[in-house]
């Protein structure tokens, strides 16, 4: 089985060579793209799952210590830069999830894009070769030994998200009847958004990056990671802080714009303009995972030189974390669009997993990561479909002619349009009830687990400090987190399934494809079980499998939670109590009506409904002094300073020529040149007289010259 | 017995004939007549400084007759030369043979 852990580079490398192909060869055949994408990430899969069976049996000096396959790359001068591939429990953990998520995603894909269909995208090739490079970037992310490799990767999903949030931005002009204008514009916004509001954190990760090069002259983990090394980094001195944690606060700035937390986490419900796909790639699989991976493979950094429970990055992390989680949470609240309640369900679930980060538990986090992919691609998937449905049903209603206009405002997204749609589609609801159940943290589903175990490792954390310090409040925002979660979910699969169609669209709606539904099962599969790969009384499997990739360094320890009966109950109480109760307020929600959560809360909801004004503040914060700095500094140039400077200099020396010029023409052109050429002309012309050309005359001339000369001679 | 610059006057007047006639004639062989005058000039010079000068030695007359020679060598070559020129422009007169002329 060792002879898998050398097929590891190609984990990365396939799904890069399919988006290749589809670029350079394939982009005219959709069918055969997508087939290549699928094929790809589906080899890709097998790969890492082989990997991840062999980081099973190989057992703990492989899970603990890693296999490496180190590549000198770019030799730059004095110092090398190394790449290579790594894998152990960590990486094996997130192995099993990537790929496999991101083949559903795959397949799924091409009913949603309608292959075959007359609605076919336009540029269907095109989408799945962006999503295979997406995939590429996450896995090569993953499998990277070192921050170059693992920044690179970053940064080709950076892009993805970019291309893809954006792609319906460019429509086929000449072949598209329908373009919707305003989406078109909102596509393109939204791609900018993401692309600039993840660039922030970039360039932190970057800094902290080239800080910790220069100190340490290398990027590798294991390198880093040695004692040694951090004890030297704990040692320096770095704006009052040691440099180490300056270095984590900076990582840690990057997987904030990553992963979508407070107070970067505005691009991030503004990204599902992209087709759905898409947001489940970048919410479950891929994008935002990212951050929460950088923060956990770099955990000794945030941890050294402080005991755990009081160093200060990974307090930081614990309250963006909880800040997050908790406010994510209330935005959800007050949603309308379906798949915007899911996105801010993503930020909040983000945000419990920086918790788990940061109470220092690498296994809580990674395995809420984990599990979160699983029902957050499901119910993402399951959105879609509903959406999917929604969007024929509308097509179908209009060809009724139901509808008096064709456009009349409806939004597919939109949940108050919908409603009853689980007698239309079972095969979506289902699943998405899993999805539900496992988001909301409900036994025996997956978010159950992983959920409890951050809650019960920062209500552990909280005894023992005995005070009502960081971590009781990081317990509150989680529990509290967790009331509202239950709450939006309610109030969603209650708008979207339960009581009577809101509009004809839902009536007419139908039951999505089998590439569309099939995954969506497979992945309701998983939220239901996905929880047994670290319960409790099964002996935390996950836990002794990649608990210990951090022991090496001897600041980050593993220790098991015990599962503790008062915060699982307590937190399985409110799960229930807030989906009940979401459901039971708008089961019976009727079109038009003011909904429930607006009548009680009143200016609270417009507050969460505007997502705490953040994106306002943005805009008058930072975006409007940008922009005026920046007209200030375009008429600086343009207007007042740089370009009448450059004018004025210009025509100077259009004058000087002009002078030159009249100087040239007048004395040197007429006078020197030609005057010269003319008096000898002139000259020659009256010299050629004597130039007769009769030999009588010359010899009339030289009887006469000599004549004279005789007569110089006799007589001088 | 005569004395010398007689002679010599004799020939100085026929080479100013010779002259006239070969700057002032229009007629090719007119030219080259006053070209035998101007010749024969210096013929009656050379003979006339032998007998009032060097009568001892021949080269006074060896002279003259090597002048007599040329002068018929070149008769000959000047007048096919004008035959020649007759022939192809079917005129003897010198201003009017000008193709050379720019």
Not at chain 1, 537 to 555: I, K, N, Q, R, T
């Amino acid at each position: 089985m060792e002879f898998f852990f050398n097929l590891v580079p190609l984990i990365p490398l396939i799904p890069l060579l399919a988006f290749a192909a589809i670029v350079l060869f394939t982009h005219r055949n959709n069918r055969l793209s997508s087939n290549i994408a699928i094929g790809g990430i589906a080899l890709s899969t097998l790969v890492s799952w082989g990997v991840v069976l062999a980081t099973i049996l190989a057992g703990e000096h492989v899970q603990v210590e890693g296999w490496e396959l180190p590549i000198p790359w770019l030799p730059t001068g004095t110092t090398v830069f190394n790449t290579g591939f790594a894998v152990d429990g960590f990486t094996a953990a997130m192995l099993f999830m990537v790929p496999f998520v991101c083949t559903m995603i795959f397949i799924y894909s091409q009913g949603y894009m309608n292959l075959g269909q007359p609605n076919q995208d336009p540029r269907y090739a095109r989408f799945f070769a962006y999503i295979s490079l997406f995939a590429a970037g996450m896995l090569g992310l993953v499998v990277a030994d070192n921050l170059l490799l693992l920044f690179i990767s970053w940064e080709v999903m950076g892009l993805c998200s970019y291309l893809l949030i954006g792609f319906w931005s460019f429509r086929d002009r000449d072949n598209e009847q329908h373009i919707d204008e305003a989406q078109v514009k909102r596509a393109r916004a939204a791609a900018l958004k993401a692309f600039i509001t993840t660039r922030v954190g970039d360039v932190l990760l970057f800094s902290g990056l080239a800080l910790l090069f220069s100190y340490t002259g290398t990027l590798t983990f294991r390198e880093i990671f040695r004692p040694d090394m951090l004890e030297h980094l704990g040692s320096i001195s770095l704006l009052g802080m040691p440099a180490v944690t300056v270095i984590a606060l900076l990582a840690f700035g990057g997987a904030v714009g990553k992963s979508a937390q407070f107070p970067l986490h505005v691009w991030l419900p503004d990204a599902m303009e992209g087709p759905t796909p898409v947001s489940a790639l970048i919410h479950a699989a891929t994008m935002v995972a990212a951050g929460v991976y950088l923060v956990a493979r770099m955990l000794p950094l945030f941890v050294a030189g402080f005991e755990t429970a009081n160093a200060p990055a990974l307090q930081w992390v614990a309250v963006i974390g909880a800040i997050t989680a908790f406010f994510g949470a209330t935005i959800g609240l007050a949603q309308d669009d379906i798949k915007r309640v899911l996105a801010y369900s993503t930020i909040s679930q983000l945000g419990y997993m920086m918790m788990g980060l940061g109470l220092g538990s690498l296994v809580a986090g990674i395995f809420h990561l984990l599990t979160h992919a699983f029902f957050k691609a499901l119910l993402f998937l399951g959105s879609g479909s509903v959406i999917h449905g929604m969007e024929h049903g509308h097509h179908a209603a209009g060809a009724h002619g139901q509808t008096s206009q064709h456009d009349d405002g409806f939004s597919a997204n939109d949940m108050k349009t919908m409603g009853g749609l689980r007698h239309k589609m079972p095969r979506t609801f289902w699943p998405y009830m899993a999805g539900t159940l496992a988001l909301v943290g409900i036994v025996p589903f997956a978010g159950f687990w992983s959920k409890d175990e951050i809650l019960a490792e920062a209500f552990q954390r909280w005894q023992e400090s005995g005070a009502l310090g960081l971590p009781f409040w990081v317990w509150l925002a989680g529990t509290l987190g967790a009331l509202i979660t239950a709450l939006y979910m309610g109030r969603q699969i209650a708008l979207v399934f339960w009581g009577e169609p809101r509009h004809e669209a839902a009536t007419h709606a139908h039951e999505s494809p089998n590439s569309m539904t099939g995954p969506l099962m497979v992945l309701a599969v998983f939220a239901l079980i996905g929880g047994l790969a670290n319960a409790p009384f099964l002996g935390s499997p996950l836990h002794h499998f990649m608990g210990g990739v951090h022991e090496a360094s001897e600041v980050v320890h593993s220790a098991t939670v015990s599962f503790n009966f008062a915060v699982a109950g307590l937190s399985t109480v409110v799960a229930l109590l807030g989906l009940l109760g979401g459901w039971a307020i708008y089961r019976n929600y009727r079109a038009g009506e003011v909904e429930p959560f607006q009548r009680w809360l009143g200016p609270i909801f417009t507050l969460l409904r505007n997502k705490y004004y953040v994106d306002e503040l943005y805009q008058l914060v930072i975006i409007r002094p940008v922009v005026w700095l920046a007209d200030q500094v375009f008429n600086f140039d343009n207007r007042w300073v740089v370009d009448p400077l450059v004018n004025l200099v210009g025509a100077v020396g259009r004058a000087a020529a002009d002078i030159s010029l009249l100087f040239d023409k007048v004395a040197v052109d007429s006078g020197l040149v030609e005057g010269t050429a003319k008096a000898f002309n002139a000259f020659g012309g009256w010299l050629r007289q004597t130039q007769t050309g009769r030999v009588q005359n010359y010899l009339l001339v030289v009887a006469v010259t000599v004549l004279m000369l005789l007569g110089l001679y006799l007589y001088l | 017995m005569i004395p010398l610059y007689w002679w010599l006057v004799v020939a100085a007047a026929l080479f100013c004939i010779g002259l006239y006639g070969v700057l002032s004639r229009k007629n090719a062989i007119g030219v080259l007549m006053g070209i035998e005058l101007m010749l024969n000039a210096v013929n009656v010079n050379l003979v006339a400084f032998w007998r009032y000068v060097t009568p001892q030695t021949l080269t006074g007359q060896v002279f003259a007759i090597f002048v007599i020679t040329v002068a018929a060598a070149e008769a000959a070559v000047g007048l096919a030369i004008i035959i020649a020129a007759y022939r192809r422009r079917d005129t003897v007169i010198v201003d009017e043979l000008d193709i050379m002329r720019w």
